[in-house]
Structures are given as structure tokens and as C-alpha cells.
């Protein structure tokens, strides 16, 4: 008799942190998923869930791309050889095409690329990246306007 595997929620797939500002003050057009280059105290407290990516954003150097703002804590039982930094830019792992893409969106369309989620896929960390403009403060009161409208159209349907 064959055993079951047990699927603990820090090993399988699931969501580390999310950026719900993006959505707010970007109009994203396009998302793209992207690998991450980690150290290993970090990929630890990412089991831990201690990650933010409020102040996440992409910047393109050499095509390359890297992530700036992504605040990941440590540990407290961090070993003590290692120096830990809380923000350091850290190399996303795309495809060259998708790299020309995001290349051509920011250079030409004037596009930014904001860091959307981050979460676990396969056993690899994985994160959701999305190119948007900024919208304007009128376009953050209408998306405000339509949520709170859905909301009551959906309340009215489910006390009728």
C-alpha cells in the first residue's frame, strides 16, 4: 500500500504577499510571470510569510531585469555569518522575448512595471510582475465608484 504524501501550506502552492496598491494607482495592461533569484535566509522567511511588496517596482538594466522595494525580513533564527539586507535588488528570471517586451512598453509607451504578487509554484518561488500606467486621481475615484456599485448591486441580489 502506497503512502499519501502530506502537503503542508508552506511547501505546496499558495500565496506569499500581494501588492493591492498596484491595481489601485496603475491601470496594469499586461502581466507576466517571472522566476526570482534568492539567497537562502530569505527563501525561509518567505516560508514564514515576512515579505512586502508595497514599494515593489521592475527596473530593466542591461537587459536584465531586477526588483527594487521588496522588503523580505529575517529570521530571528537567521544564521550569523550572513548579513542579511532587507531591501537589496534582487535579478528576475524572463524569457529574452518577454524582456524585449517589457523593454519596448517602458521605453517607447512610457509603461511601468510594477511587482504584483509573489507565491509559491512547484516548490520555486514565483512572482507576477505587470506593466500599467498611473492613473490619474479622477480614474482612482471611478474604479472606487464602480467597486462600491458592484458591491451594492451584489447585496441586493443576494437579500432579494
Same mark, same amino acid.
Given at each position: 500500500?502506497?503512502?499519501?504524501? $502530506?502537503?503542508? $501550506?508552506?511547501? +505546496?502552492?499558495?500565496?506569499?504577499?500581494?501588492?493591492?496598491?498596484?491595481?489601485? @494607482?496603475?491601470?496594469? @495592461?499586461?502581466?507576466?510571470?517571472? +522566476?526570482?533569484v534568492?539567497? +537562502?535566509?530569505?527563501?525561509?522567511?518567505?516560508?514564514?510569510?515576512?515579505?512586502?511588496?508595497t @514599494? +515593489?517596482?521592475?527596473?530593466?538594466?542591461? %537587459?536584465?531585469?531586477?526588483?527594487?522595494?521588496?522588503?523580505?525580513?529575517?529570521?530571528?533564527?537567521?544564521?550569523?555569518?550572513?548579513?542579511?539586507?532587507?531591501?537589496r535588488?534582487? $535579478?528576475?528570471?524572463?524569457?529574452?522575448?518577454?524582456?524585449?517586451?517589457?523593454?519596448?512598453?517602458?521605453?517607447?509607451?512610457?509603461?511601468?512595471i510594477?511587482? %504584483?504578487s509573489?507565491?509559491?509554484?512547484?516548490? $520555486?518561488?514565483?512572482?507576477?510582475?505587470?506593466?500599467?500606467?498611473?492613473?490619474?486621481?479622477? @480614474?482612482?475615484?471611478?474604479?472606487?465608484?464602480?467597486?462600491?456599485?458592484?458591491?451594492d448591486?451584489?447585496?441586493?441580489?443576494?437579500?432579494?
Amino acid at each position: 500500500m502506497a503512502k499519501k504524501s $502530506k502537503k503542508t $501550506k508552506t511547501s +505546496g502552492e499558495g500565496s506569499i504577499a500581494r501588492n493591492k496598491r498596484a491595481t489601485y @494607482d496603475y491601470k496594469i @495592461d499586461e502581466k507576466f510571470e517571472a +522566476g526570482i533569484v534568492l539567497q +537562502g535566509w530569505e527563501v525561509k522567511s518567505l516560508r514564514a510569510g515576512r515579505a512586502q511588496l508595497t @514599494d +515593489g517596482y521592475v527596473q530593466l538594466h542591461k %537587459m536584465e531585469a531586477w526588483l527594487y522595494g521588496c522588503n523580505i525580513s529575517p529570521l530571528i533564527t537567521a544564521s550569523s555569518h550572513s548579513v542579511p539586507e532587507l531591501q537589496r535588488r534582487r $535579478k528576475l528570471l524572463l524569457h529574452r522575448r518577454e524582456l524585449a517586451r517589457l523593454t519596448g512598453a517602458v521605453e517607447r509607451k512610457g509603461y511601468t512595471i510594477v511587482a %504584483m504578487s509573489m507565491y509559491w509554484k512547484r516548490g $520555486k518561488v514565483k512572482i507576477e510582475i505587470g506593466i500599467g500606467k498611473g492613473k490619474k486621481e479622477f @480614474d482612482k475615484r471611478a474604479s472606487i465608484k464602480e467597486r462600491e456599485w458592484n458591491r451594492d448591486k451584489a447585496r441586493s441580489i443576494r437579500t432579494h
